[in-house]
């Protein structure tokens, strides 16, 4: 998978919501459901890893970029780009 880098600050803000959401919704034992950008729904979702950074200012301009991965209950294992996620539940 590769990551999107973001240099919006306010997407970088909204990116930073959403795995503390995950975050906090994603360890209970039903999970949280992830909306994404294009429609597609991961439901039943509990966090496993998160992983975020960005470029240390490089060639001036700071980039960021994050991910999470999660488990649904049927044992599926998604890797989530956190730029894409529309919403957590």
């Known amino acids: 998978m590769i990551l999107q880098w973001v240099t919006d600050s306010q997407k970088v803000v909204e990116m930073g919501q959403r795995i503390m ?3 906090m ?21 509990r966090l496993v890893a998160s992983n975020s950074g960005n470029n240390g200012g490089k060639g001036g301009q700071w980039a960021y970029y994050g991910s999470v ?20 539940i």
Request: aromatic share 4%.
């Open 25 to 45: 919704k994603g360890f209970g034992s039903t999970g949280c459901t992830i909306i994404l950008e294009d429609g597609q729904t991961i439901s039943n979702a």
């Open 69 to 88: 991965t999660v488990v649904t209950e049927d044992g599926n294992t998604y890797v989530v780009d956190v730029s894409t996620i529309k919403r957590v």
């Open 21 to 23: 959401e995950i975050t």
